[in-house]
Nanobody, 124 residues
Framework: QLQVVESGGGLVQPGGSLRLSCAGS????????LAWFRQAPGKEREAVSC????????YYGDSAKGRFIISRDSAKNTVYLQMNGLKPEDTAVYYC?????????????????WGQGTQVTVSS
């Protein structure tokens, strides 16, 4: 079963940046579409961004457009989420999720493989 591990979360001031990483532990991520979701306390999990296997198609949720950039490094078996201009409302647990179907969709239920999440806190 595909396992992914997120890292890179932490505490950052408003306007700051973080880069999250999602690494495949035993299997190559190159055969999967990869997505980032986030969940704030008391809210539903929402799609942030997604990238297809070849990296040719990328999806961004409204909250991420213009501020976040998703990318993948096949050699390192890792997908990244560069987050710039962070706001307090970006505070959430960020999850990496994957699916074999090479189509990016914003639905939680379409991703069978999930990491444990990494906490991002934006606060002064």
């Amino acid at each position: 079963q595909l396992q992914v591990v997120e890292s890179g979360g932490g505490l950052v001031q408003p306007g700051g940046s973080l880069r999250l990483s999602c690494a495949g532990s035993e299997f190559s991520l190159n055969n999967y579409a990869l997505a980032w979701f986030r969940q704030a306390p008391g809210k539903e999990r929402e799609a942030v961004s997604c990238i297809t296997r070849g990296g040719s198609i990328v999806y961004y949720g409204d909250s991420a457009k213009g501020r976040f950039i998703i990318s993948r490094d096949s050699a390192k078996n890792t997908v990244y989420l560069q987050m710039n201009g962070l706001k307090p409302e970006d505070t959430a647990v960020y999850y990496c999720a994957s699916r074999r179907n090479n189509i990016c969709v914003p639905s939680v239920t379409d991703y069978p493989y999930w990491g444990q999440g990494t906490q991002v806190t934006v606060s002064s």
